[in-house]
């Protein structure tokens, strides 16, 4: 016992600089992370911030039972599954097309160059992002503005709730799709280069190579990051839709956020919130659970596996 205590003190005391520099961020995580748990304990209560916590009255489940017969909680499922799926299909394939196109260009002054340009957009603000959409596709933007001076009719596609997934789509792709090749690029540079000449040597060209090479590389990662993706997919765009909300009416463009925002915020019903934003949560922990143990059918490692 006092062999394992040592061990364990002369290992903290070896860790120590590499501990001290972690410790900001551990208590910020736990201030801003792990301490607001709490309070959803107000999803069990007829909560009042003027009464707080321990005075509110406990109600049980009545709140989650109001919240699965809202009509409108469930308008705002469907959207959010509607668009989660919209962009699964049609924007998560994107980073992977980008960084398979980029890993086959051969000048690294080119490759670097692209690989900046089409990143830089993620650092930019929704705000900013939807301001420049509206410039270019809006009512009065760019294209309307040139279709009009050639006696065409124009079209505000900023305020067609028919064309709203297309829109956000388009806005996540300019914005992030950059980001995400980042990963994927990471993960064919531990390719080796000898499997590539071994296979061209024996014939292969290039879309063989890619399909029996380089695909099998990414798919650990791609798997990885669709398990966390549908854990996220309850979590759409909070700021990007709000921005866009009133443009095109709540019926397309209100999310499980969206609305546990103007419920709980706006309208001050913070148990009703509290309680959709909880089964939120808990869902989405399931659908990892699950995604993950799928994947461990197939034979992948997932987010984790068990030791």
């Known amino acids: 016992m006092k062999s394992r205590r040592r ?15 972690t410790l900001p961020a551990v208590v910020l995580l736990a201030i801003f992370a792990y301490v607001p748990m709490l309070g959803n304990i107000m999803a069990f209560q007829q909560y009042s911030p003027y009464t707080g916590f321990f005075r509110s009255a406990f109600i049980g489940f009545d709140n989650f039972i109001r919240v699965f017969n809202n009509p409108l909680f469930l308008n705002a499922v469907k959207n959010t599954l509607t668009i989660t799926a919209f962009q699964l299909v049609f924007y998560f394939p994107i980073p992977i097309i980008l ?23 993620h650092f930019f603000s ?7 959409f509206q410039q270019i596709v809006g009512g009065a933007g760019l294209i309307a503005q040139t279709l ?15 064309a709203f997934l297309i829109l956000i789509t388009m806005q996540s792709v300019w914005k992030d799709a950059g980001w995400g090749i980042i990963i994927f690029l990471a993960a064919l540079s531990t390719v080796d280069p000898a499997l590539h000449e071994a296979a061209a040597a024996d014939g292969a060209n290039r879309w063989r190579r890619m399909w029996h090479i380089t695909l099998p590389a990414l798919k650990p ?15 759409v765009g909070f700021e990007q839709l709000i921005l866009q909300r009133d443009a095109v009416g ?14 709980g915020v706006i309208y001050g019903d913070w148990s009703f919130a ?4 909880l ?17 461990h059918v197939f034979g992948e490692s997932g987010v984790y596996q068990k030791s």
Not at 222 to 234: E, F, P, T
Not at 274 to 277: E, H, L, M, T
Not at 279 to 295: E, F, H, R, W, Y
């Open 99 to 121: 960084a398979l196109l980029l890993n086959s260009v051969i000048s690294p002054r080119i490759r670097t160059a692209v690989q900046a340009i089409v990143y830089l957009p």
């Open 7 to 21: 061990t364990w003190r002369v290992k903290l005391r070896q860790d120590r600089s590499l501990l001290i520099m």
């Open 250 to 263: 709540s019926d397309v463009s209100e999310v499980i956020d969206t609305y546990v925002y103007y419920q």
């Open 126 to 132: 929704w705000v900013l992002v939807v301001t420049i």
């Open 148 to 162: 009009r001076s050639q006696g065409y009719q124009g079209f505000d596609l900023m305020t067609d709730p028919n």
């Open 279 to 295: 089964a939120k949560g808990v869902i989405s922990l399931l659908l990892v659970l699950g995604a993950n143990k799928l994947a």
């Open 274 to 277: 509290a309680a959709a934003g």
């Open 221 to 235: 990662v791609i798997i990885l990051l669709l398990i966390l993706r549908l854990g996220d997919s309850l979590s």
